[in-house]
């Protein structure tokens, strides 16, 4: 029951803004081909990367925007010193991480794309066994028990401008205050440390242009 008039809290929170705050403009630009994939890479260590023949050499907070492949059922990544191809299916979001242990894996982001809300992923590039992203204005978990190099989302209400907390079970390891939220926009939530000394970013969900 907590959780559940946690989540109806943070629903109450967003219509709140919504009814007072105008249209925000979008963010996923319309692609021809509606079973076009996209695929970003996420790495806390290293500013370069490249995505099929896309090349990155400044990525905002880890983060690079979304590449659309389309027509291909594989693609070719490059994260600093860490190569590989992985398949990918049509009409899909993925996010290539690479966590504190140098290890990486594909993460499929479940993005809405809802003219109405704002999605919300989170990143536990950390040692940590698993992070929790939390909303301390709704007293509830937005996003529940990110294994290291795994990834989740949520889509919220928007407009809103939230503070967030990434919890350890009860301890609080980072927080990203005054986080934006957009409609049809979304932004990504990056947990990167290990040993104990913890950073989250947060950088938008972008399309490379």
Same mark, same amino acid.
Do not use: C
């Given at each position: 029951?907590?959780?559940?008039?946690?989540?109806?809290s943070l629903v109450a929170l967003a219509a709140a803004a919504t009814a007072t705050l105008a249209?925000?403009?979008?963010?996923?630009?319309?692609?021809?081909?509606?079973?076009?994939?996209?695929?970003?890479?996420?790495?806390?260590?290293?500013?370069? +990367?490249?995505?099929? #023949?896309?090349?990155?050499?400044?990525?905002?907070?880890?983060?690079?925007?979304?590449?659309?492949?389309?027509?291909?059922?594989?693609?070719?990544?490059?994260?600093?010193?860490?190569?590989?191809?992985?398949?990918i299916e049509p009409a899909t979001f993925y996010s290539f991480v690479v966590g504190a242990d140098?290890?990486?894996?594909?993460?499929?982001?479940?993005? #809405?794309?809802?003219? +109405?809300?704002?999605d919300v992923t989170f990143y536990n590039l950390s040692d940590i066994a698993s992070a929790d992203?939390?909303?301390?204005?709704?007293?509830?978990?937005?996003?529940?028990?990110?294994?290291?190099?795994?990834?989740?989302?949520?889509?919220?209400?928007?407009?809103?401008?939230?503070?967030?907390?990434?919890?350890?079970?009860?301890?609080?390891?980072?927080?990203?205050?005054?986080?934006?939220?957009?409609?049809?926009?979304?932004?990504?939530?990056?947990?990167?440390?290990?040993?104990?000394?913890?950073?989250?970013?947060?950088?938008?969900?972008?399309?490379?242009?």
């Open positions: 029951m907590k959780r559940i008039q946690g989540a109806l249209q925000d403009g979008g963010l996923y630009e319309d692609v021809a081909n509606p079973e076009a994939s996209f695929v970003r890479v996420i790495d806390a260590g290293t500013p370069v +990367a490249v995505i099929q #023949s896309a090349s990155f050499d400044s990525v905002d907070g880890g983060v690079t925007p979304y590449v659309v492949i389309d027509g291909e059922t594989e693609v070719k990544i490059t994260s600093g010193e860490t190569s590989t191809t992985e398949t140098g290890t990486s894996a594909l993460v499929v982001d479940k993005i #809405s794309n809802n003219p +109405a809300q704002a992203l939390y909303v301390p204005q709704a007293k509830t978990v937005a996003i529940e028990g990110i294994a290291a190099n795994g990834g989740g989302a949520v889509a919220l209400k928007a407009p809103l401008t939230l503070d967030f907390e990434v919890r350890d079970g009860e301890t609080v390891v980072a927080t990203v205050p005054a986080v934006a939220l957009k409609r049809r926009e979304g932004v990504a939530i990056v947990l990167s440390g290990t040993g104990g000394s913890y950073t989250a970013t947060v950088a938008p969900n972008a399309l490379a242009k």
